[in-house]
């Protein structure tokens, strides 16, 4: 087992309300980055699954490592 400098971001859906949450990052390590940009695809039938790149994105999120969420 690696131990060491880490850091987690959890996401959590609310699936009444269809509201994803990107929790507070927890842990630090040298290099990090501070701002990170998480491009949300909604999976259906034809879009999303698979191995293909999806080209359109349903929400784009700028997260700082503060909560935020997002309806979709």
Excluded: Q
């Amino acid at each position: 087992m690696r131990t060491g400098m880490y850091s987690t971001i959890t996401f959590t859906w609310d699936d009444v309300k269809k509201v994803l949450t990107v929790n507070d990052r927890k842990g630090s390590f040298l290099g990090l980055l501070n701002e990170r940009k998480f491009s949300i695809v909604w999976v259906s039938k034809n879009k999303g699954g698979g191995m293909d790149t999806t080209a359109v994105y349903d929400r784009v999120v700028r997260y700082s490592g503060k909560k935020v969420a997002v309806s979709l």
